[in-house]
């Protein structure tokens, strides 16, 4: 938690609880893993946007659609993780090859 509030407060310094969305992906390369993004995000746009789209289907966007709000936010990569993580443990347990590469 504390890694995501304090690369939101280097994107948001005057604290007003909102950052651009244009904003998003280097949110996530400062939380870095297991919340935010590795290094095989960083050349990727394609991984990138197909992560964003994943998680702000149903995410709030706010003065037409410029700006992302910090619980919004967090609650959204925080449910992906946890999404991920419960795949992951279940495809282990029927001896399924979760490998990343």
């Known amino acids: 938690m504390e890694k995501y509030r304090d690369a939101w407060a280097y994107l948001d310094p005057d604290a007003t609880g909102f950052i651009e969305v244009a904003d998003f992906s ?15 995000y960083r050349n990727s746009q394609t991984k990138q946007a197909i992560f964003y789209k994943m998680i702000s289907t149903n995410m709030r966007t706010y003065d037409n659609h410029r700006l992302l709000y910090f619980s919004d936010v967090l609650d959204n990569i925080t449910l992906f993780y946890v999404i991920q993580r419960e795949v992951k443990m279940a495809m282990e347990a029927q001896n399924i090859d979760v490998s990343s590469d």
């Open 26 to 40: 280097k949110l996530m390369f400062k939380i870095g893993p297991p919340l935010g993004w590795d290094n095989s």
